[in-house]
Nanobody
């Protein structure tokens, strides 16, 4: 049984930093992409970043490029999302998700097979 568990969400002032973690277990597929998404109240879930199963490739939404960094620690079965220079518009519930498909990555939530429960990030102005 695949399980993803996010942690690290918090309330931070604008300009601050946070590091989110996504601990995963039960992933038996040989290849998969891990993605981070976020969803603010009344808005659709949107793509934030993705990392390939080996960790060699990364992708980012334009809104976070240069501020957020996705990384992977295979020894710990954990992915990270380092978020710097946070803005109030970054406030959302952040989710990690695994995609078993053959594509490198997708920005479409429906393409991801397994989701975590989410962690709340709130950035105060």
């Amino acid at each position: 049984q695949v399980q993803l568990v996010e942690s690290g969400g918090d309330l931070v002032p604008a300009g601050g930093s946070l590091r989110l973690s996504c601990a995963y277990s039960g992933l038996t597929f040989k290849t998969y992409t891990m993605g981070w998404f976020r969803q603010a109240p009344t808005k659709e879930r949107e793509f934030v970043a993705a990392i390939s199963w080996r960790g060699g490739r990364t992708a980012y939404a334009d809104s976070v490029k240069g501020r957020f960094t996705i990384s992977r620690d295979n020894a710990k079965n954990t992915d990270y999302l380092q978020m710097n220079s946070l803005k109030p518009e970054d406030t959302a519930v952040y989710y990690c998700a695994a995609d078993y498909g053959t594509r490198w990555y997708s920005t479409v939530p429906m393409d991801y097979n397994v989701w975590g429960q989410g962690t709340q990030v709130t950035v105060s102005s």
